[in-house]
């Protein structure tokens, strides 16, 4: 098969800035990547011609702001358009292996149509959730996973405020208790961090660092990612407006207990990865 070579994909647990760093990273030159029209049409890889606009800022625009102008998109409906099983982790799963077997090569080709269309030599990509590994070695002979971090604390207390799978169920989601919400969703991001050892290696992130000090991360990002950090690339992460969140935007809105329990539950995974 020919796969698709020298790819990066960015991976993280989700709330951690995955979508920030892509949205960045989508402006270098040198990457191409699926925009949100991809998305909605699969099979029609011309439509990377109209992403050109948003690489170049073409007229000066900041064109993620455009409503419905093609920008980069994390492209679940792309993925699952060629693989109906992408969201299901379970790597045992035999009608999952032999679809990926099957539709591999389709989507390598397709990616390929994508960038010859869009002008770039390199693709990118930001996947979050599971680590979905047997796709990735089956699309591409080689590439570079990016992992974001952010302090777990903040990621699982932004699941909380966001209400994660249970945006369709309200009132069941109004009978959990702080402690029944604290232990679910450290839970899953516990299980997220599992899966990313999944990766043999990975070059590991910190939105914090982003947020610290945005210039000396987005260059040794590109350093790591073997890409040039252009005067164009320069000017844009120096313009972008970064907010950071961190935990004691969060903190105040548990009880006593509740920091208590998530301090304990994470306190692997913080002193791991640096965190307070």
Request: charged content about 30%; glycine content about 4%.
């Given at each position: 098969?020919?796969?698709?070579?020298?790819a990066i994909?960015?991976n993280?647990?989700?709330?951690?800035?995955?979508?920030?760093i892509s949205?960045?990273?989508?402006y270098?030159?040198?990457?191409?990547?699926v925009?949100?029209w991809?998305?909605?049409?699969p099979?029609q890889?011309f439509?990377?011609v109209?992403s050109?606009?948003?690489?170049?800022?073409?007229f000066?625009?900041?064109?993620h702001?455009?409503?419905k102008?093609?920008k980069?998109?994390?492209a679940?409906?792309?993925?699952?358009h060629?693989?109906g099983?992408?969201?299901n982790?379970?790597?045992?799963d035999?009608?999952r292996?032999e679809?990926?077997e099957k539709?591999?090569?389709k989507?390598a080709?397709?990616i390929?149509?994508v960038l010859?269309?869009?002008?770039?030599?390199?693709?990118i990509?930001?996947?979050?959730?599971?680590?979905?590994?047997e796709?990735l070695d089956?699309?591409?002979?080689d590439?570079?996973l990016v992992w974001?971090?952010?302090?777990?604390?903040?990621?699982?207390?932004?699941?909380?405020?966001?209400?994660?799978f249970?945006?369709d169920?309200?009132?069941e989601y109004?009978?959990l208790s702080?402690?029944?919400?604290?232990e679910f969703?450290t839970?899953?991001?516990?299980r997220?961090?599992?899966?990313?050892?999944?990766y043999?290696k990975?070059i590991l992130v910190?939105y914090?660092d982003?947020t610290?000090?945005k210039v000396?991360?987005?260059?040794k990002?590109?350093?790591?990612l073997?890409l040039?950090?252009?005067?164009?690339?320069?000017?844009i992460?120096e313009?972008w407006?970064?907010k950071?969140?961190?935990w004691?935007f969060?903190?105040?809105r548990?009880?006593?207990?509740?920091?208590e329990?998530?301090?304990s539950?994470?306190?692997?995974?913080?002193?791991?990865?640096?965190?307070?």
């Amino acid at each position: 098969m020919n796969k698709i070579k020298d790819a990066i994909i960015l991976n993280g647990p989700g709330r951690s800035g995955t979508t920030l760093i892509s949205q960045i990273l989508a402006y270098h030159d040198e990457l191409g990547w699926v925009s949100s029209w991809n998305n909605a049409f699969p099979n029609q890889s011309f439509l990377g011609v109209l992403s050109r606009p948003y690489s170049a800022k073409l007229f000066g625009i900041d064109w993620h702001s455009v409503k419905k102008s093609p920008k980069p998109s994390e492209a679940y409906d792309y993925w699952k358009h060629f693989f109906g099983h992408f969201n299901n982790s379970n790597t045992t799963d035999k009608n999952r292996l032999e679809e990926i077997e099957k539709n591999a090569e389709k989507v390598a080709t397709n990616i390929k149509g994508v960038l010859k269309w869009q002008g770039k030599p390199r693709f990118i990509t930001k996947i979050t959730g599971p680590a979905r590994k047997e796709y990735l070695d089956a699309i591409f002979s080689d590439y570079n996973l990016v992992w974001i971090e952010r302090d777990p604390r903040v990621v699982v207390s932004s699941y909380i405020k966001q209400k994660w799978f249970y945006k369709d169920k309200p009132e069941e989601y109004a009978r959990l208790s702080e402690k029944e919400k604290i232990e679910f969703y450290t839970a899953y991001y516990l299980r997220l961090r599992e899966e990313s050892k999944k990766y043999e290696k990975s070059i590991l992130v910190r939105y914090e660092d982003l947020t610290n000090d945005k210039v000396t991360f987005f260059k040794k990002l590109c350093a790591d990612l073997n890409l040039p950090y252009t005067k164009r690339f320069a000017k844009i992460v120096e313009n972008w407006p970064i907010k950071e969140i961190g935990w004691e935007f969060y903190k105040d809105r548990y009880s006593k207990e509740g920091k208590e329990l998530m301090n304990s539950i994470l306190e692997k995974e913080l002193k791991d990865l640096g965190y307070k």
